[in-house]
């Protein structure tokens, strides 16, 4: 196992003192001027490769790859002809347990017929944007923890801490990776049950990232982060239940705030706080801040900055987004086809959050394992009351050239107390409903009028 520790004794004792040292998120001009040269990719990730299979770091494409056919819909991406290197099972474990999440051997354990993980080559070939890069560089001079860790300055458009300090700077730059400026699809949502029993859920969906919109940069001490608008279509007892609202950047100044029309008395009502563990419709097989293996405040969890470790995780994973893929071969009793998700060794930033004392969440400590390249979650572990591991979410992420970044695709929730599991993001059968990315869309979108409307 290659396992990197911070490098130098302020980053330690920034990971133990977290928001009061919010002055050590500045690095010196000369460290800035790292960004982008021979070692450091411009999000300050390493450009070398491992002896444990991570690649060296390409970045050689920032837009589409060589064969695209087209910017929008379904592509299969460049490494569609590639096999798997080999397969992780229950069998042989503890050959490859170094490298792998505690939820990663708890599913191999628990499902040994159904979850297992086809490692393919790791490929780190897509990189950002002259402007995204310019950002970070600027960001990692200038942006700082403000308001007790609560908010952050700095230029939006690319990640506050190129060179993180603390578990709480990581987990801003988790909070604001680089994504697509908008989304919008019809989304399916599979909720599978321990007998095997299937729920289904559908929802139209969008987002918009405000200071993600290119070319135009914001500030991260702007008021609106991002929008969202969630439509329900199935199941039926769900049916024409809107909810529409915005996360701010600051959280010492405004709360993720939400307005939901509610078919039954045919009205928009603001509703009561839908941040950090409100449970998301239509099981609630997931919390709020599970999305993107986590998003929001953080202001609830000690965040501690781990190192690097070198681990299997989903990657690349275009295959499994892939339309002519029925929903009744991808979806299976206790966990999602194994066929169809495919790993790749990368080396990830492991954060680790430890709940406060006096404040409420029904995870007392969550891992999240955060790609270096991209600083999104590729796998998130979360534990119970009692300090069990209780849930193992992952995303599979895929490159989507209308984005110019990575986009999330199917992502998986799984119980490991109940045996259920949750699949959203689903697209595979939504035909001219798949993701459409970076469409011009408006604020009077995500508006309590918006959702009165779409609720009708």
């Known amino acids: 196992m290659t396992f990197r520790g911070i490098v130098n004794s302020a980053v330690v004792l920034a990971g133990i003192a977290l928001s009061t040292q919010s002055a050590l998120a500045k690095v010196p001009e000369a460290k800035a001027a790292e960004l982008g040269g021979p070692e450091k990719t411009c999000l300050g990730a390493e450009k070398a490769g491992s002896a444990d299979g991570v690649a060296a770091y390409t970045g050689k494409w920032t837009d589409n790859w060589p064969g695209v056919r087209k910017v929008n819909g379904f592509e299969p991406g460049p490494y569609a002809d590639e096999k798997p290197l080999f397969t992780i099972t229950s069998q042989n474990i503890s050959k490859y347990a170094a490298n792998l999440t505690a939820g990663e051997q708890a599913l191999l354990k628990k499902y040994p017929d159904a979850f297992k993980m086809n490692v393919y080559p790791s490929h780190r070939d897509f990189g950002y944007s002259e402007g995204v890069c310019e950002i970070a560089k600027k960001n990692a001079t200038t942006a700082e923890l403000v308001h007790d860790g609560k908010g952050i300055s700095g230029t939006s458009g690319s990640i506050p801490f190129p060179f993180p300090q603390s578990g709480l700077e990581a987990v801003w730059n988790v909070v604001n990776a680089i994504r ?110 599970d999305d993107y293996g986590f998003n929001g405040s953080p202001e609830r969890y000690t965040w501690k900055l781990v190192g690097k470790k070198d681990v299997y995780v989903p990657y690349n994973n275009f295959k499994i987004n892939d339309p002519s893929i029925k929903y009744s071969d991808l979806i299976k009793p206790n966990t999602v086809n194994s066929d169809y998700v495919r790993y790749e060794m990368h080396r990830e930033w492991v954060i680790e959050g430890t709940l406060k004392a006096g404040v409420r969440h029904i995870y007392s400590k969550r891992e999240l394992y955060v790609d270096e390249d991209t600083w999104l979650v590729n796998w998130a572990d979360a534990y119970d009351g009692r300090g069990q591991l209780w849930r193992a979410n992952y995303v599979t992420y895929h490159y989507s050239p209308e984005g110019k970044a990575y986009h999330r695709g199917a992502t998986i929730y799984h ?11 689903l697209v595979n059968e939504r035909g001219s409903d798949w993701w459409k990315i970076n469409i011009p869309l408006t604020a009077a979108q995500f508006s309590p009028d918006a959702a009165a409307r779409g609720g009708h």
């Open 180 to 289: 697509p400026w908008t989304e919008v699809a019809v989304n399916d949502i599979a909720d599978v049950y321990s007998g095997g029993s299937i729920a289904w859920g559908r929802a139209k969906f969008m987002t918009m990232n405000t200071g993600n919109q290119p070319g135009k940069p914001g500030s991260y001490q702007d008021h609106i982060n991002a929008y969202f608008y969630d439509a329900f279509l199935l199941p039926e007892r769900q049916k024409g239940f809107v909810a529409v609202g915005y996360q701010p950047n600051d959280f010492s100044v405004d709360a993720t705030q939400s307005w939901q029309y509610q078919p039954g008395i045919r009205r928009v009502r603001q509703a009561p706080e839908v941040g950090f563990d409100y449970p998301v419709p239509p099981a609630g097989l997931r919390t709020v801040d």
């Open 415 to 425: 119980d490991l107390t109940s045996g259920a599991y949750e699949a959203g993001y």
